[in-house]
Nanobody, 124 residues
């Protein structure tokens, strides 16, 4: 059974950095895409970033491009989201998701597995 477990969230001030981790288990992920999504209270879930585990290609939302970096450690089945220059509008629950395909897409419905989420709160 595939499990995704996020960690690394917390309360920070504007301008600070955080690194989220997503540890995957229970399957083979070499051909997958791993994505990060977020959802703020009262708002729809939105795509943040994704990485193709084979080859390492990445794709970012315009809202985070240049501030966030997604990376992976295939040996550890772990994906990271380094978040720099955080803003109050980045406050949300952040979710890791896995897609059983090497094609990066931004629609959450195309992802097959989801983690429980980790809260990121950025104070002004």
């Amino acid at each position: 059974q595939v499990q995704l477990v996020e960690s690394g969230g917390g309360l920070v001030q504007a301008g600070d950095s955080l690194r989220l981790s997503c540890a995957a288990s229970g399957g083979t992920f070499s051909g997958h895409v791993m994505g990060w999504f977020r959802q703020a209270p009262g708002k729809e879930r939105e795509f943040v970033a994704a990485i193709r585990l084979s080859g390492g290609s990445t794709y970012y939302s315009d809202l985070v491009k240049g501030r966030f970096t997604v990376s992976r450690d295939n040996a550890k089945n772990t994906v990271y989201l380094q978040m720099n220059s955080l803003r109050p509008e980045d406050t949300a629950a952040y979710y890791c998701a896995a897609r059983k395909s090497p094609i990066i897409v931004v629609h959450g419905a195309a992802y097959d597995y989801w983690g429980q989420g980790t809260q990121v709160t950025v104070s002004s």
